[in-house]
Nanobody, 120 residues
Framework: VHLVESGGDLVQAGGSLRLSCAAS????????MAWYRQPPGSQRELVAS????????NYADSVKGRFTISRDNAKSTLHLQMNSLKPEDTAVYYC??????????????WGQGTQVTVSS
């Protein structure tokens, strides 16, 4: 599975951004997708996830009510709508897919990341 993120930008506090992640390759083997982020000097953290088929979503407490994760299965694209952005949302955002590898084991695939910077 190959993942390519887009949509990162510099935005003022209170603004909005929409991140996208285009998935290609063996996308039928994906069982869940997620957005993670890594703030400067910090570890990577889960932002939001969605389970394939069920559409069940999960959010970090820090983004609940502000961010929405969604999946366009027809286009094999994952989105993250981010509203009411805060300076503490500044981070590199990574797309993640948990999917079957050629040996039929579930593994994590990662995109290259997209930078989101929120100015105060």
């Amino acid at each position: 599975v190959h993942l390519v993120e887009s949509g990162g930008d510099l935005v003022q506090a209170g603004g909005s951004l929409r991140l996208s992640c285009a998935a290609s390759g063996s996308t039928l083997g994906i069982r869940a997708m997620a957005w993670y982020r890594q703030p400067p000097g910090s570890q990577r953290e889960l932002v939001a996830s969605i389970i394939e088929g069920y559409g069940t979503t999960n959010y970090a407490d820090s983004v609940k009510g502000r961010f929405t994760i969604s999946r366009d299965n027809a286009k094999s694209t994952l989105h993250l709508q981010m509203n009411s952005l805060k300076p503490e949302d500044t981070a590199v955002y990574y797309c993640n897919a948990n999917a079957l590898d050629p040996a039929n084991y579930y593994v994590d695939y990662w995109g290259q990341g997209t930078q989101v910077t929120v100015s105060s």
